[in-house]
T-cell receptor
């Protein structure tokens, strides 16, 4: 399975945009890029996913580099509730499995 | 729709005992996966079930086992508990059963197991 690299931690101020980077230089052409986050004392929750084009949903935006070797999760206006560990995960084809391989993620701190 | 539920939420056991954790997936979801989360190892995949069949297993000893029932509810069992088994055990369910790369996993709140 292809691996991802994320910064260990980042800080943001409330109501400012946050850009969370993820490197995945060994991504294959069929790998989807998924983002999950884990709020304190909760299980992970799905945020967004994409393949090649930038994606938007009510929670965030996902910007994918043209060569797909990196991506950025964008929170447009951070709130205190967005303080969490954010995981960037590649989901590839081949094999009937829903297994997710979590890295260490990025711990996002949001200051009021 | 109710989310993924896990019982119990907290559990304290002693070394050598065995434990059974339960997971009820979202209604209509047929795939259930289990993960172990510890401060040292992070989130690690344990196993995955679909339609009562184990489809994938992580790198854990045979003391860790699981099963899925016909109503998609799942249980995992850990026998001969060790101190290192203290962890948050998370269950996730998904709609699709064929490893669809766009399928979303929905996680429960976890069961916090403490082994003394």
């Amino acid at each position: 399975d292809a691996k991802t690299t994320q910064p260990n931690s980042m800080e943001s101020n409330e109501e400012e945009p946050v850009h969370l980077p993820c490197n995945h230089s060994t991504i294959s052409g069929t790998d989807y890029i998924h983002w999950y986050r884990q709020l304190p004392s909760q299980g992970p929750e799905y945020v967004i996913h994409g393949l090649t084009s930038n994606v938007n949903n009510r929670m965030a935006s996902l910007a994918i580099a043209e060569d797909r070797k990196s991506s950025t999760l964008i929170l447009h206006r951070a709130t205190l509730r967005d303080a969490a560990v954010y995981y960037c995960i590649l989901r590839g084809g081949g094999g009937a499995t829903n297994k997710l391989i979590f890295g260490t993620g990025t711990l996002l701190a949001v200051q009021p | 729709k109710a989310g993924v539920t896990q019982t119990p939420r907290y559990l304290i056991k002693t070394r050598g005992q065995q434990v059974t954790l339960s997971c009820s997936p979202i209604s209509g979801h047929r795939s259930v996966s289990w993960y172990q989360q510890t401060p040292g190892q992070g989130l690690q995949f344990l196993f995955e079930y679909f339609s009562e069949t184990q489809r994938n297993k992580g790198n854990f000893p045979g003391r860790f086992s699981g099963r899925q029932f016909s109503n998609s509810r799942s249980e995992m069992n850990v026998s001969t508990l060790e101190l290192g088994d203290s962890a948050l055990y998370l269950c996730a369910s998904s709609l699709m059963g064929s490893g669809v790369r766009t399928d979303t996993q929905y996680f429960g709140p976890g069961t916090r197991l403490t082994v003394l």
